[in-house]
């Protein structure tokens, strides 16, 4: 089975850093697509960045310049660096990964998401 095991969120001030993990494991033929996506209260869940597997990325304009997303391939881990923090960064955070089965299909696999708090 595969699953997505995310850490790294917490309480931290305005202005404050935090580092997120999500290490992937089981039966996996390739790892595509990585990403990070988050959901507030009341709040539709939002794509934050993705990282391709050739090391391209994306980030939503809301975390340009602030937010960076990372992997590590051999470690099957992707990181989201989240520096300059801001109340509105506030929501339960969702690591994805998409991947192709042995036959060409592919498939998405979620995490059971990890808790950004941004509070003074």
């Known amino acids: 089975q595969v699953q997505l095991v995310e850490s790294g969120g917490g309480l931290v001030q305005p202005g404050g850093s935090l580092r997120l993990s999500c290490v992937v494991s089981?039966?996996?033929?390739?790892?595509?697509?990585m990403g990070w996506y988050r959901q507030a209260p009341g709040k539709q869940r939002e794509l934050v960045a993705t990282i391709a597997s050739d090391g391209s990325t994306s980030s939503a304009d809301s975390v340009k310049g602030r937010f960076t997303i990372s992997r590590d391939n051999a470690k099957n881990t992707v990181y989201l660096q989240m520096n300059s923090l801001k109340p509105e960064d506030t929501a339960v955070y969702y690591c994805n990964i998409q991947t192709r089965r042995w036959n060409g299909g592919l498939d998405d696999y979620w995490g059971q998401g990890t808790q950004v708090t941004v509070s003074s």
């Open positions: 089981g039966s996996i033929w390739r790892i595509y697509t």
